[in-house]
């Protein structure tokens, strides 16, 4: 048992406030980087069968995995994945029968090169001065996946099985001068179930890797040594209080002396020691003169030196640690950092590296993510069921972003937390480890226990968990987990109700279903919770593959799900269109991104959101979720400076009560400002314009702004015109601007006229194909066929058509809809000649997709391209359209699927697409030159 003593230093009977030089480290260190000799113990008989003493037959480098060192099977339909695969259909279906066979290919994550699962030995000789043997020795292992082993001459030395913090081994007593043996078994397999798709362990993003990353070395300190040490703020004060844990040998007494530092030129504070137990914890306080606060805008770094010195004044051990002087806090619904309310604009991180499956520990990566994150507006990062090496906290300090840190557990799909079993232990020791690692980085500012929990007894459970973090370490604000649940010991919630699709509402959102518009929030839905209000992992909106990217996958992954959706697009002729698919769905990915956000903003007392995401998931059925691929570079559709005039620290809005107008309208907009900048702003002028599609200004203005708070639904004022002016259907783009400042935002708004004079004086307009219709289309007659309501369920009317793109994905949320990525469509072509349309799908589209069903045109003649085509979720990659026009005999034919005809005097884009298609029809334009047959229109209709 350790003795225990706690010894303040407080008062200024006990310390010297002195100048002079600090000693430099009183620790030395020999690097175990590099080659190692590995055996692999498949059948996990390495323990009975002393594998410490074995031949080692293979060559491997540390630090690093088995497979980034070519070690491991190659994938099979075999392969004991670790994570769950909702959708089998891989294993079933004739068109994966190719994947399953020779080269193996998976569509539900990225295909590692090798594969292994097991304990894996890895040994090495090292050379130890005999000066060593009276000092402790310590074994230093930065990032082990998962469980370790240490053997040294043969002597078993303890495991470790942490997934957050390094396993660190005493190792003096084992270690003699001269050769000694070092072994280290590395078992990957799920000892403990912390649930099957928890990123600290699934093959879903950073793999079930085996091996050792980031520092490894022996390292050698007096047997008196600095444990630890804790820095808590007091920025009233201008000053922190330290917790300093010192430990020694047992029955060994210790004299001398305890000085602390911070900064290079700062005051050196010194206290006398007397030390007689095991572990002793010192407190202290140091005065920070003229001391500098740490947040997202100024995010001021110090540096405490802490010395342990001898009565002769001999170094004995010393630490330094980085800190930032702030203090975070609730106001109301808000959190605050240093009384300053913020509003987290958060990305969720799920430990995706395609390149190494396992995360960096060092600072160039991560250094290369947090600024691109920053870059896109954000100031905050989730770490979802995981936690990040050192170099990430580093990196964050300082750049000035929130973190908010996970045990490495999603306990559901099998686990579950409050079962008062070996999972609720390991959650309590995996978070106290975070803690005691990563504690004193500023940015290090939100903890829970990990993600979207099970179990009966989770709340309880879970109050617990939150009311003994926030007695144990203050520093950080606490809640019980991500998604939920909503409890009264939380700090802050985090729950997915307040975000524009909510799982399983499938085409019922409000981004699929009613008028659109700029006009809500989620004030009804947070005025329940009583604490700051953080939405869960918004967005999930996808984008077609980018095929572009295959080449990128030089690492220990291949894109083998991107190389089977590739091939089935060729298969079904499309294989040209890939680029067109990703770009166009892209930029309707990005229209609902700031739906999402702006929504979020609107919203008076939000405490922000968390994105899933601003960077693809490359797992759970490939989840193409990001602007940014899976590397955080960019796909190409929006860039960083038009993603921030939605997602930054200030943000322009306008309320719209909708978005489609007639000529007879009165176009209203009230404007606001959401703003969470350093300071507040005063004397603004904000300038509106109303510009056409040839760019010029139709009408403008300017509202003045004396002072704009820090929060956000602030009024500006309101713009309000009449559209008798605008008498030819047109798109119109609201800008506004903060006068003399890069800060605006932009909104397409849609005027038509009030009445068209539809012309169907040559065409036939039929609601069926009857043989009649049919023999007239053969003799030369121009029909239009009403197909909505008409396809075949298994040609398309089956397939659920939604305004938005893709959620998630279609195979992991077993088919939720919406099934299509919006539209592509040739703003050129003559169709739509008096409909205003991009290439891709915009709000005008919403009313008439939202009434349509698609048809399946992959058996059509190959020349055949649909006029409005529907983009189909990639696990499928059907021909599919909306309206396409052919010629049967003499006649011609055009054949639309959108209901274009009930409602028009309020659905006012189907009523201008209706009189757009019209005039196309009755123009020597309309001349199609793909013929089909009678057996192709019996295949997709009904009759």
């Not at 090292?126 to 292992?141: A, G, H, R, S, Y």
Request: glycine share 8%; hydrophobic share 35%.
């Amino acid at each position: 048992m350790q003795r225990l003593s706690t010894l303040s230093l407080l008062t200024g009977l006990l310390f010297l406030i002195i100048t002079g030089h600090f000693s430099s480290s009183a620790q030395s260190t020999i690097s175990l980087q590099g080659d190692w000799a590995l055996l692999l113990d498949p059948t996990d008989k390495g323990v009975r069968s002393h594998y410490w003493n074995a031949a080692y037959p293979d060559k491997v480098k540390l630090p690093g995995s088995l497979t980034s060192n070519g070690i491991g099977d190659t994938i099979s339909v075999n392969t004991p994945w670790t994570g769950d695969l909702i959708d089998s259909t891989f294993f079933r279906s004739d068109k994966y029968k190719t994947y399953r066979e020779g080269h193996v290919k998976v569509p539900f994550w990225l295909n590692p090169t090798r594969y292994y699962v097991g304990p894996a030995w890895y040994k090495r000789s090292i050379d130890v001065p005999e000066k060593w043997l009276k000092q402790k020795i310590t074994l230093n292992l930065e990032r082990c996946h998962w469980e370790t082993s240490v053997y040294i001459n043969g002597t078993f030395c303890g495991a470790r099985n942490s997934l957050v913090a390094p396993h660190r081994f005493d190792v003096t007593p084992y270690l003699k001068a001269g050769r000694n043996s070092i072994v280290i078994r590395v078992d990957n397999r799920i000892k403990i179930n912390v649930g099957p798709n928890s990123h600290s362990v699934s093959d879903h993003t950073q793999t079930n890797w085996n091996g050792l990353i980031g520092g490894m070395s022996l390292q050698v300190s007096d047997r008196t040594y600095i444990d630890d040490v804790q820095i808590h703020s007091d920025i009233a004060a201008g000053k922190v209080n330290t917790i300093i844990k010192v430990r020694q040998d047992r029955n060994r007494v210790f004299e001398g002396t305890l000085a602390i530092k911070v900064g290079e030129n700062g005051k050196i504070v010194e206290f006398p020691v007397r030390l007689t137990n095991d572990t002793t914890t010192l407190f202290a306080s140091y005065k920070i003169d003229n001391a500098k606060l740490w947040d997202e805008f100024s995010p001021n770094l110090y540096t405490m030196s802490v010395q342990l010195k001898s009565k002769d004044g001999q170094l004995v051990s010393d630490q330094q640690h980085t800190f930032g002087l702030r203090e975070l806090g609730k106001k109301d619904t808000r959190i605050t950092v240093n009384g300053r309310p913020v509003f987290l604009r958060g990305d969720v991180d799920c430990a995706a590296f395609p390149l190494t499956g396992f995360p960096p520990t060092s600072e160039q990566e991560w250094e290369t993510i947090m600024k691109t994150a920053k870059d896109y507006g954000l100031n905050h990062l989730r770490f979802h069921s995981w936690c990040p090496p050192d170099a990430a906290f580093r990196v964050a300090d300082r750049l000035g972003l929130y973190l908010y840190v996970e045990a490495p557990l999603w306990a559901n799909q099998g686990s579950a937390v409050g079962t008062d079993g070996i999972i609720d232990r390991f959650i309590y020791d995996e978070s106290l480890r975070i803690i005691a690692e990563y504690g004193n980085h500023p940015s290090f500012c939100f903890m829970s226990y990990g993600n979207e929990p099970a179990g009966a007894d989770q709340e309880a459970f879970l109050g617990r968990y939150v009311n003994f973090f926030k007695q144990y370490d203050s520093r950080r604000l606490y809640t019980s987990a991500a998604g939920w649940p909503s409890i009264p010991e939380n700090d802050f919630d985090i729950h997915s109700d307040a975000r524009i699709q909510r799982w399983g509402e499938e085409l019922t959102s409000i981004i699929n279903k009613g008028t659109p518009n700029t006009a809500y929030d989620w004030r009804e839905i947070i005025k329940s919770h009583h604490r700051p209000y953080v939405s869960h992992e918004i967005g999930q909106w996808c984008a077609y593959p980018n095929f572009d990217e295959i080449a990128k996958y030089t690492g220990v992954t291949r894109a083998g799900n991107f190389e089977i959706f590739k091939e089935s697009l060729q298969k079904n002729g499309m294989g040209n269109l890939a680029k067109p698919f990703l770009m166009s769905s892209g930029k309707l990915q990005a229209l609902c991104y700031k739906a999402d956000i702006e929504a979020a903003l609107r919203t008076p007392g939000f405490a922000g959101f968390q994105l899933l995401g601003l960077h693809d998931f490359p797992g759970q059925g490939t989840a193409l979720v990001g602007v940014l691929d899976a590397f955080w570079q960019s796909k190409g559709y929006i860039t960083p400076e038009e993603y921030r005039t939605f997602c930054n620290e200030t943000v322009l809005l306008a309320k719209m009560n909708k978005l489609l107008f007639t000529s007879s309208d009165t176009f209203k907009a009230d404007l606001e400002i959401a703003h969470f900048g350093a300071n507040q702003l005063t004397n603004q002028t904000l300038i509106w314009s109303i510009i056409d599609e040839t760019g010029k200004t139709q009408k403008s203005g300017e509202i003045r702004k004396d002072r704009v708070l820090i929060d956000n639904a602030q009024s500006i004022g309101s713009i309000t015109f009449p559209l008798a002016n605008f008498k030819r259907a047109q798109r119109l783009t609201l800008k506004i601007q903060l006068k003399g400042t890069s800060i605006y935002n932009s909104w397409n708004v849609w005027v038509y006229p009030d009445k068209v004079a539809e012309n169907t004086d040559k065409v036939l307009v039929v609601k069926s194909l009857t043989r009649e219709v049919l023999d007239q289309i053969k003799n030369g007659a121009t029909v239009y066929f009403e197909a909505f309501g008409k396809v075949k369920k298994e040609q398309g009317g089956d397939i659920k058509i939604g305004f938005s793109s893709i959620f998630w994905n279609t195979s992991w949320t077993k088919g939720q809809g919406p099934h299509t990525l919006g539209l592509l469509l040739d703003p050129k072509h003559p169709l739509f000649g008096n409909f205003p349309t991009d290439f891709h799908s915009d709000y005008q589209w919403q009313e008439i997709v939202s009434h349509s069903q698609a048809m399946m045109l992959g058996e059509f003649d190959p020349n055949l391209k649909p006029l409005i085509q529907p983009i189909d979720t990639w696990f499928e990659n059907r021909k599919l359209g909306l309206l396409f026009e052919a010629k049967m005999g003499n006649g011609k034919l055009l054949i639309c699927s959108a209901d274009l005809e009930s409602d028009l005097g309020e659905r006012h884009s189907a009523r201008q697409l209706r009189y757009s298609l019209f005039n196309y029809l009755n123009s020597k334009k309309f001349n199609p030159s793909v013929e089909i047959s009678e057996s192709d229109i019996d295949k997709v209709f009904i009759k």
